[in-house]
């Protein structure tokens, strides 16, 4: 089994910057890698949104609303994939989750979870 673990929530002001983490790790023993990930956010009263991917490879995609704003990015060797956000705005505030496929072993075996999320709030 794997897990996962975001970082870098916090408090910002309107235009200013964070970058999350999503480290993926092995529960009871080590993994290979990220397969693929997802950022996914939810804000108070709202349903959750797809915020950006990244796939093995390095294919990304994001939600409209942050392109050209976030960007999605992986350290195979770290086991990490980050979520750089500038220009953030207030209605960027939500709480942000990682979810995603990880490796665990040669033979094909996976484990797809989330994380426990991080809480971006961005002040106006």
């Known amino acids: 089994q794997a897990q996962l673990r975001e970082s870098g929530g916090g408090l910002v002001q309107s235009g200013g910057s964070l970058r999350l983490s999503c480290a993926a790790s092995?529960?009871?023993?080590?993994?290979?890698?990220?397969?693929?990930m997802d950022w996914y956010r939810q804000a108070p009263g709202k349903e959750r949104e797809l915020v950006a991917g990244?796939?093995?490879?390095?294919?990304?995609n994001y939600l409209d609303s942050v392109k050209g704003r976030f960007t999605i990015s992986r350290d195979n060797a770290e086991n990490t994939v980050y979520l750089q956000m500038n220009s953030l705005k207030p209605e960027d505030t939500a709480v942000y989750h990682c979810?995603?496929?990880?490796?665990?072993?040669?033979?094909?075996?996976?484990?797809w979870g989330s994380g426990q999320g991080t809480l971006v709030t961005v002040s106006s």
């Open positions: 979810n995603g496929e990880v490796a665990l072993d040669e033979h094909g075996s996976t484990w």
């Open positions: 092995g529960t009871s023993g080590s993994i290979i890698g990220i397969n693929t």
């Open positions: 990244i796939t093995r490879d390095g294919s990304t």
